[in-house]
Nanobody
Framework: EVQLVESGGGLVQAGGSLRLSCAAS????????IGWFRQAPGKEREGVSC????????LYEDSVKGRFTISSDNAKNTVYLQMNSLKPEDTAVYYCNTKIGGFGRDYWGKGTLVTVSS
């Protein structure tokens, strides 16, 4: 069974940092990309960053470039999102996601809440 479990969220002041973790299991971790998404209250879920395990290539949404860094520890089947210089507008539930198989079936974690106070 594919599982994605996020952790590391919390309350932080503006300008602070948090590191989110996404622990993956139940599939071949090295073969698929993992993405971080977020959903703020009253807004649609949006992509934040993703990493391709096969070559380590990464992508970032424009508003987080230079502040967030995605990385992976393939030995631990875990992806991290280091978030620095946090802003109140980064407040959201953060989810990790992977798409597996020829039809790209979506798997989501349950999310972890990040709250940035001004």
């Amino acid at each position: 069974e594919v599982q994605l479990v996020e952790s590391g969220g919390g309350l932080v002041q503006a300008g602070g940092s948090l590191r989110l973790s996404c622990a993956a299991s139940g599939y071949s971790f090295d073969d698929y990309a993992i993405g971080w998404f977020r959903q703020a209250p009253g807004k649609e879920r949006e992509g934040v960053s993703c990493i391709k395990m096969s070559d380590g290539s990464t992508l970032y949404e424009d508003s987080v470039k230079g502040r967030f860094t995605i990385s992976s520890d393939n030995a631990k089947n875990t992806v991290y999102l280091q978030m620095n210089s946090l802003k109140p507008e980064d407040t959201a539930v953060y989810y990790c996601n992977t798409k597996i198989g020829g039809f790209g079936r979506d798997y989501w974690g349950k999310g972890t809440l990040v709250t940035v106070s001004s």
